[in-house]
């Protein structure tokens, strides 16, 4: 049996996008989808993405709580008894029908222990060590970590493990036994994923690796090149986004300045920072993602939560002004999206 394990903090435009494309592209090819909710969204609003789960065939959870991406994806794999998993993210789009399944395959038929999107996600001392201790040569040197999204294995690949799939930091002193006893010099860090990467590496598992398939900044000049993601074929079989599951508990505030992720208990905060116009194209290219969702998934005017329809849209709006988005560029980015992806928008 097969399941594909989703955290998300249940924005209701990126939720129905997503779902939408897990309906159309590739929900025959898993058995289960298991979403757990974690945000302190308004009632009406997480109902109606409780609502959009159910009308997937998704079985749910929620806690009223922001958790870290590791923590949750912690309940959800406990929570699901089905032998072979993918996790997911909610801003990662398959592209194509039979991709999932032939990942699956590779696994269930023990060509490889797991199949991977690889990154590289600690800091560059316990990197250099990782890349000294497993041999790791070409792109694995450089991305000696994985993702914790398009991750295919046989749960019992955790076994041997802490089953620790979040945040990890490691301070002077500290002993990493997996790195042969590597005693850390200066304050290091590891995105979600990264220390159960190194648990696995050091239990010699084998790996079969997928590009990740990320969108950058730099999807500007690759579409046009028609190159890397927007090449024929591309050079991943999926578009994964990144950084923008969390716009509702940062970026996207409502009138009084507070996240629409917790209105009624955040006090004001500032819109980002944005230091130098690479930060904001990177924000342009977010907005069109979060745009997108919203422009094409509104929620119906007949249910309780149709209001969240305008506040969402007016903290767009309040971050493009505040942070002064140029408007041209994601209108660009709404265009390559759309191409490439317009069966997510559509119905």
């Known amino acids: 049996m097969r399941a594909a394990l989703l955290p998300t903090p249940g924005d209701p435009y990126i939720t129905a996008a997503w779902l939408n494309h897990y309906k159309k592209v590739w929900k025959d090819e898993v058995d289960k989808l298991y979403i757990h909710f974690n945000s302190r969204l308004e009632d009406p609003i997480i109902t109606y993405s409780f609502q959009l789960a159910e009308q997937a065939g998704a079985d749910y959870s929620y806690d009223r709580q922001w958790k870290g991406h590791g923590e949750a994806l912690r309940v959800i794999f406990d929570r699901s008894p089905e032998d072979h ?17 032939d990942c699956f395959k590779r696994v269930e038929d023990g060509r490889v222990d797991a199949v991977t999107n690889p990154r590289g996600s600690v800091g ?9 201790v497993f041999g790791l040569k070409g792109d694995e040197f450089h991305k000696p970590n994985f993702w914790p999204c398009f991750f295919f294995a046989h749960r ?75 090449a024929n074929p591309p050079v991943a079989p999926w578009i994964h986004f990144g950084s923008t599951s969390s716009g509702i508990s940062n970026s996207l505030l409502d009138d009084d300045f507070k996240p629409l992720e917790n209105r009624a208990g955040s006090p004001p905060t500032a819109l980002p920072t944005m230091p130098d116009d690479h930060i904001r194209d990177d924000y342009a290219r977010r907005i069109s993602l979060w745009y997108l969702c919203w422009k094409h998934f509104q929620i119906p005017e007949s249910h309780p939560a149709a209001y969240f329809n305008k506040v969402y849209g007016d ?15 994601i209108m660009r980015y709404n265009q390559i999206y759309m191409d490439a992806l317009g069966f997510v928008f559509n119905d």
């Open 85 to 101: 998993i993918v996790f997911v993210e909610d801003d990662a789009y398959v592209r194509f029908p039979g991709i999932m399944d």
């Open 124 to 132: 560059m001392d316990v990197m250099a060590q990782e890349q000294r």
């Open 156 to 230: 019992n690949i955790f076994d041997n493990t802490d089953k620790d799939f979040a945040c990890k930091n490691w301070y002077p002193g500290d002993v990493i036994p997996q790195l042969n006893n590597y005693e850390v010099a200066s304050n290091q860090s590891g995105d979600t994923f990264s220390w159960m990467s190194i648990q696995l590496r050091a239990e010699g598992k084998k790996f079969f690796q997928i590009e990740d398939g990320r969108s950058t900044t730099q999807d500007y000049w690759l579409y046009d090149m028609k190159s890397g993601i927007f």
């Open 315 to 329: 903290a767009l709006e309040r971050l493009i002004d505040g942070c002064q988005i140029d408007r041209d560029r």
